[in-house]
Protein backbone atom coordinates (compact mmCIF):
# COMPACT_ATOMS: atom_id res chain seq x y z
CA UNK A 1 0.00 0.00 0.00
CA UNK A 2 0.95 3.98 -0.24
CA UNK A 3 2.85 4.73 2.68
CA UNK A 4 5.00 8.08 2.99
CA UNK A 5 7.44 8.84 5.18
CA UNK A 6 9.07 12.91 5.67
CA UNK A 7 12.43 14.14 6.85
CA UNK A 8 14.23 17.23 6.89
CA UNK A 9 12.47 19.28 9.58
CA UNK A 10 14.37 20.82 12.74
CA UNK A 11 15.00 24.27 14.51
CA UNK A 12 15.95 27.15 12.03
CA UNK A 13 16.07 30.81 13.35
CA UNK A 14 13.46 33.64 12.47
CA UNK A 15 14.18 34.57 8.52
CA UNK A 16 16.08 31.28 8.18
CA UNK A 17 15.25 28.21 5.80
CA UNK A 18 14.73 24.39 5.81
CA UNK A 19 14.15 22.25 3.23
CA UNK A 20 11.77 18.86 3.85
CA UNK A 21 11.05 15.65 2.12
CA UNK A 22 8.49 13.08 1.34
CA UNK A 23 9.25 9.80 0.05
CA UNK A 24 6.50 8.01 -1.43
CA UNK A 25 7.33 3.61 -0.61
CA UNK A 26 6.06 3.35 -4.50
CA UNK A 27 5.82 5.24 -7.66
CA UNK A 28 2.21 7.19 -7.83
CA UNK A 29 0.29 6.75 -10.69
CA UNK A 30 -0.64 9.13 -13.11
CA UNK A 31 -3.24 11.50 -11.86
CA UNK A 32 -1.72 11.94 -8.15
CA UNK A 33 -1.37 15.01 -6.30
CA UNK A 34 1.16 15.54 -3.36
CA UNK A 35 1.02 18.42 -1.09
CA UNK A 36 1.96 19.76 2.32
CA UNK A 37 0.10 20.75 5.58
CA UNK A 38 1.17 22.15 8.93
CA UNK A 39 -0.40 21.92 12.11
CA UNK A 40 0.53 24.46 14.71
CA UNK A 41 -0.24 24.00 18.52
CA UNK A 42 -3.68 24.47 19.29
CA UNK A 43 -4.44 24.84 15.84
CA UNK A 44 -6.20 23.46 13.16
CA UNK A 45 -3.91 21.52 10.13
CA UNK A 46 -3.90 23.78 7.16
CA UNK A 47 -3.05 23.55 3.52
CA UNK A 48 0.35 24.73 2.62
CA UNK A 49 1.27 23.91 -1.23
CA UNK A 50 0.56 20.57 -3.31
CA UNK A 51 2.08 20.07 -6.54
CA UNK A 52 0.66 17.09 -9.65
CA UNK A 53 3.29 14.05 -10.06
CA UNK A 54 2.94 14.20 -14.05
CA UNK A 55 3.05 17.98 -14.45
CA UNK A 56 4.52 21.54 -13.55
CA UNK A 57 1.02 22.61 -11.93
CA UNK A 58 1.70 23.79 -8.10
CA UNK A 59 -0.93 25.45 -5.90
CA UNK A 60 0.18 27.74 -2.32
CA UNK A 61 -1.31 28.75 0.35
CA UNK A 62 -1.58 32.50 -0.06
CA UNK A 63 0.37 33.26 3.17
CA UNK A 64 3.72 31.33 1.82
CA UNK A 65 3.56 32.34 -1.88
CA UNK A 66 7.09 33.95 -2.72
CA UNK A 67 9.04 32.20 0.23
CA UNK A 68 8.16 28.50 -0.16
CA UNK A 69 8.29 26.32 -3.58
CA UNK A 70 6.86 22.64 -3.87
CA UNK A 71 8.91 20.47 -6.20
CA UNK A 72 9.32 16.72 -7.15
CA UNK A 73 11.99 14.15 -8.25
CA UNK A 74 9.95 11.24 -9.57
CA UNK A 75 13.12 9.32 -10.18
CA UNK A 76 12.94 9.00 -6.10
CA UNK A 77 9.46 9.13 -5.59
CA UNK A 78 10.05 12.00 -3.34
CA UNK A 79 8.54 15.43 -3.37
CA UNK A 80 10.37 18.59 -1.57
CA UNK A 81 9.25 22.03 -0.09
CA UNK A 82 11.89 24.64 -0.03
CA UNK A 83 11.01 27.37 2.66
CA UNK A 84 12.84 30.07 3.16
CA UNK A 85 12.12 33.65 5.66
CA UNK A 86 10.28 31.41 8.05
CA UNK A 87 8.47 33.14 10.84
CA UNK A 88 8.03 31.99 14.60
CA UNK A 89 4.19 31.71 14.08
CA UNK A 90 4.90 29.12 11.42
CA UNK A 91 6.17 26.54 14.19
CA UNK A 92 4.40 23.33 13.45
CA UNK A 93 4.58 19.90 12.94
CA UNK A 94 4.21 19.22 8.96
CA UNK A 95 2.36 16.71 7.01
CA UNK A 96 2.65 14.83 3.55
CA UNK A 97 0.31 13.46 1.70
CA UNK A 98 -1.29 12.00 -1.33
CA UNK A 99 -3.67 10.56 -3.47
CA UNK A 100 -4.91 10.29 -6.87
CA UNK A 101 -6.98 13.56 -7.00
CA UNK A 102 -7.96 16.85 -9.28
CA UNK A 103 -5.52 19.65 -8.05
CA UNK A 104 -7.83 22.18 -8.00
CA UNK A 105 -9.45 20.22 -4.75
CA UNK A 106 -5.86 20.11 -3.36
CA UNK A 107 -6.53 22.32 -0.07
CA UNK A 108 -8.99 19.86 0.81
CA UNK A 109 -7.35 17.49 3.16
CA UNK A 110 -9.87 14.95 4.14
CA UNK A 111 -9.77 14.25 0.32
CA UNK A 112 -6.36 12.61 1.01
CA UNK A 113 -6.12 9.30 1.87
CA UNK A 114 -1.88 8.61 2.63
CA UNK A 115 -0.44 11.08 5.26
CA UNK A 116 3.09 10.87 6.70
CA UNK A 117 3.96 10.74 10.24
CA UNK A 118 4.62 14.38 10.44
CA UNK A 119 7.91 16.59 10.91
CA UNK A 120 8.44 18.92 13.66
CA UNK A 121 9.28 22.52 12.22
CA UNK A 122 10.57 25.27 14.73
CA UNK A 123 11.11 28.24 14.31
CA UNK A 124 12.82 30.98 17.10
CA UNK A 125 12.60 34.25 17.19
Known amino acids: QVQLVESGGGLVQDGGSLRLSCTIS????????MAWFRQAPGKEREFVAAINWSFDNTWYADSVKGRFTISRDNAKNTFYLQMNSLKPEETAVFYC??????????????????WGQGTQVTVSS
Open 26 to 33: GRPVNGYT
Open 97 to 114: ATDRILGVHAPSQWRYKY
